[in-house]
């Protein structure tokens, strides 16, 4: 028997004080601050699905789902206990805890104990896998079963004496239950039994019997795997370019995202620069690779990434497959490939080895940290959301949702803040996962009926992309009622909402009081409010105006004429003049003809002085606008004609 399937050596007492100390760090990344953060939809999701019956959870994962249904199962018992949000994700932080631990005894049985501890470091500070035990998901579970499945396997292969195979049986059919890519699992084991029987013979009927047993039990459920697909419930995701897919793949397989600026935006041939900022990880997963011939982990560690993400580049093509969650089961066999790459570079030039070891483990521990406090990272907080909508929501208004489905996270925490089911009204009917288009007029009614009944509506505009592909909800709320952006609860909740007067009158006599008696771009001291029609860049020290722009004022004091600040340049409009007309309440009260390039004040009186408290509503109209694209470059095609500084009353 070659030296490299040698019964593994007994581990010593240094190498278990090891193990322990990483699966201490393991425990730390993951346990700590488990429940600060909201449940997300899907999280939530799990949990509205585990307080079903079993036989409603079978049925409800079956018609409404897109995965098997072990997860879901082991949730119906789960959030028996209890449902704060360190206790449910306790679940997959577990089995997060069980993969660095059986990452190290499959790296050990492998490729010897340096190559196992290594293994078990690299996964217990791995981003993708820290991320993914704290969050309520079945990804740390595949994960879990994948390795002991493989764990076992290879010891079948080692000693024809093993038994296990009915654990191997188990592991696999539950696996098979946890995730489809589970199928990628068995189909890793088949070809690598394959490819190593040619140096150490094993019956196929001993090595593929348990995997072919596993399908079996499978099989009733192709069934409803069929019924899945059919619905195409998935459809809205976008398929990703295969460049796009093998650069996602390269970031989140080390440290656990694809997006960081390090040092530059990876867009474009910037890239590149995010690739070379992991040249640690490509050194080690190059030494790794050079031992295909002497270590058998090598060749797992290659097939085990080689056949899941070939055979999904080649299905990506022509469906939305692809998510970089679903190969965490494969993770750890690349992390067993870098320790490989690591100890080979140890014993060739110790100092060098440490530096590269210490420079993976630093990068993946800056990502976490990164990721931990980053908002890009954070997740979905509906239960903030609920917190401020209650304290936001007016006796006139309403919230909105496109169906139960998608109100589903925000009626979670509503419920569990106040004790009853949040009230709402639905933009959309039929069913949420096949997107079933709407009866024509039908969603122009119930936005008719809600703006008559409410004076303003909480649209929650989570996934509408999903719900309402063709965007007939937004835009009849865009063209009969009254945006208001002065709203926005992403930066908090990372949950857009959409709020909406019924008409233009409402927010006046609601909200005009508080409005300032001036709108002075280089203060932004303004309500979004108070503008409407043709403003673009009101962000900027000048804004500009198209056509027509108004402005809503709130005089403070008495007052008796309007300064405007302009700007007008000539070569937006080779050189011909623009006429600018001021109306007050939709009469004419002065015009100029603007011709000079550079800022102007202009000024004008009223024929009597206005009380304090007056409310003004003027329109800025222009004779000319001009195609900023076409101008000045770009793809911003929205019409504009001059900038304007401030409106105000004087």
Known sequence: MPAEIQPSQPTSRAEWWAAGLILLAAALWRLYGLGAESLWTDEIAAVLVGRRSLLEVLVSIGVQDVNPPLFYLLMHFWTALGEPEWWLRLLPALCGLAAV?????????????????????????????????????????????ALAAWLIFVRRLDDPRAGRRRWLIALLALGLYTH????FV???????????????????????APLGAALLIFLPWLIVMGVQAARASYRFRPLTGLFATLFDLAGYSTVGQADTALPLDPYGLAKLWFLLAL???????????SQWRNERATRLATLGLGVP???VLVVSRVAPVYGHRYFLPFLPLFLILLAIGARRLLNAWKPLGVIAIVAVCGLMAASDLEQRTDTRYQREDWRTLAQRLRAALGPHDVILGYNAMQIGPLNYYWLRQTGRPLVYAPLLTGDPLIFAPQPPGAVEARVELYRQRFERLWVIDHFAHMYDPPGVARAELDRTAVYDPSVDFSACCRIPVRVYWRDRVTPLLRAGRTFGDAIDFTTRAFDALQLSGDWSRPDHQWAWIGAAASVVLHAKKPVDGILLRVWYSPRFHHRQPVTLTLEKDDAPLNEWDLNEDGPRELRVHFTHELPAGSIVSLTLRTSRTFDPAREIGGADHTPKSIMVQRVGLE
């Open 101 to 145: 631990a059986l990452t190290w005894r499959l790296g050990r049985r492998l490729a010897g104990p340096t190559v196992g501890l290594l293994a078990a470091l690299f996964t217990a500070l791995s981003p993708l896998s820290v991320y993914l035990s704290r969050e309520l998901r079945y990804h740390t579970l595949a994960t879990m079963l």
């Open 180 to 183: 489809y890519y589970f199928l």
């Open 186 to 208: 068995l189909a890793v084991a088949a070809v690598w039994w394959w490819s190593e029987n040619e140096d150490r013979p094993v019956p196929a009927r001993r090595s593929l």
């Open 279 to 289: 040249a640690p990880f490509w050194l080690l997963a190059g030494l790794g690779l």
């Open 309 to 311: 993400i070939l055979c």
